[in-house]
């Protein structure tokens, strides 16, 4: 039973839509897990003939839908939001890129409803800000787990979905009222809203972990795709700084309703330097101009909110953890590329703190703040490798950066990006 995870091995933004991509093309479904359209999944396809290159930012819809034979899975454990969702559905059918028949969602999934939105503008304004895109997943997610959350199954049925709406409405209308100050939100306006929006998804709705199961018996492939990264997971990332669900391996069972024993090989993705959105610890981060360096030359802005993400070294702890708590099988590297040019490459093999080194990740941040990276450096290798089309094409001096990290790590670097597009993608053989 053929189940490849692909999860983000840092703080997200690793490169996954492309890899994800990438492997589509040798399996038969894709399937996401978890998140929202706090996710953004930029995919570069390749011109024809005189035409260029196409880029696209994915949000909900798994990567894979860039691949005719491919059957793509919006499963449980994602928060949909619905005017997202039929952004891009509409989005991809402009691009010529059919969607029907081609995309599942899943019936128990739950949706994010314009007060989860609300809410999380006004809490991401006061003083204690996670630095959330403020797209309503926590609040979401809240409701989920209070057991009053509205999932896509309650909009076929009008009666249950004005009961259950009007219950939260009241509750939220009076908590942005009394507490914040801020406007009521209009019910009856809420119903007709989300009632169209169960017309123009009905196609797409079915029971998932059924579908998924079945394909398991029939032998066919599937490709779990996480969003964010391992260290923002809720339960094993820099809490409070983290995200609102389990973007580690094992939210994938959970949120796909597949056993763990289907499970063959879990890909972690790795930049080849670290960066960070929103706020929390970050060790290697720097301040100063070799991190603007590497925030212009990666392109480092948020796919969704167009952030500047914060850059630094490669974190060898941080993820050597992830590897632990993942159970990575395989690394792919992104974005080797954007150090082509540096003199020397820093690498962080331990921590400083107080009179001793730690070698092991603290995911408490009260002592993650307080600790000093210890580095390795790398003479640079000075040459373009964009232009490399086969492993052995690297320069000496990046094959010797890989193969350390892999040496630390212990596990086996598979593949190595250098470039944005399809073909800048080399196998370690």
């Known amino acids: 039973m053929p189940v490849q995870v692909i999860v983000g091995a840092q703080w997200g933004d690793e490169g996954k839509g492309k890899i994800v991509d990438h492997l589509s093309e040798n399996v038969d479904i894709v399937a996401r897990y978890q998140g929202g359209a706090n996710a953004g999944h930029t995919v570069v396809l390749p011109g024809r003939g005189k035409s260029k290159e196409r880029e696209f930012v994915l949000h909900l819809i798994p990567s894979g839908i860039f691949h005719k034979h491919v059957t793509c899975v919006i499963g449980n454990g994602v928060v949909i939001d619905p005017k997202a969702l039929m952004a891009e559905i509409a989005q991809l059918r402009s691009a010529g890129i059919n969607t029907r028949g081609r995309l599942l969602i899943s019936h128990n999934a739950h949706l994010i409803m314009p007060y989860h939105k609300a809410l999380d503008t006004i809490r991401e304004q006061g003083d204690r800000k996670i630095g959330t895109t403020g797209r309503g997943i926590g609040p979401a997610y809240i409701d989920k787990y209070m057991r009053t959350g509205i999932r896509v199954v309650d909009l076929l049925d009008r009666d249950i979905l004005c009961k259950k709406l009007k219950r939260n409405i009241e509750e939220k209308n009076e908590l942005l009222r009394k ?23 009905d196609e797409y709705v ?81 301040l100063d101009e070799t991190g603007d360096r590497l925030r212009s030359t990666g392109g480092e802005f948020g796919a969704t909110t167009g952030r500047p993400r914060r850059c630094g070294w490669l974190d060898l702890v941080s993820l ?27 690498v962080c093999t331990a921590y400083h703190l107080g009179s001793k080194d730690l070698s092991a990740f603290p995911t408490d941040v009260q002592t993650l703040e307080k600790v000093t990276p210890v580095y390795r450096a790398f003479k640079g290798w000075k040459t373009r490798t964009s232009g490399a089309r086969r492993y052995k094409d690297l320069p000496p001096n990046a094959r010797s950066y890989i193969a350390f990290m892999q040496k630390y790590l212990g596990v086996k670097v598979w593949m190595v990006s250098v470039g944005a597009r399809r073909d800048q993608t080399l196998y370690v053989r």
């Open 179 to 201: 507490v914040y100050g801020a406007q009521e939100l209009d019910l009856d306006a809420m119903i007709q809203e989300y009632q169209q929006f169960d017309k123009e998804i």
């Open 206 to 286: 079915t029971d998932t972990s059924e579908y998924l199961n079945e394909a398991l018996r029939k032998k066919r492939s599937i490709l779990a795709e996480g969003a964010q990264g391992a260290l923002l997971d809720v339960d094993h990332g820099t809490y409070p700084y983290v995200t609102s669900s389990n973007p580690t391996s094992g939210g994938a069972c959970t949120g796909l309703g597949i056993p763990p024993t289907a499970v063959r090989s879990i890909i972690g993705v790795v930049k080849a330097y670290s960066t960070r959105v929103g706020n929390g610890p970050f060790p290697t981060e720097l």
């Open 320 to 346: 050597a953890y992830s590897v632990r708590v993942n159970g990575i099988t395989e690394i792919a590297i992104t974005k080797l590329d954007v150090l082509d040019e540096f003199d020397e490459i820093r």
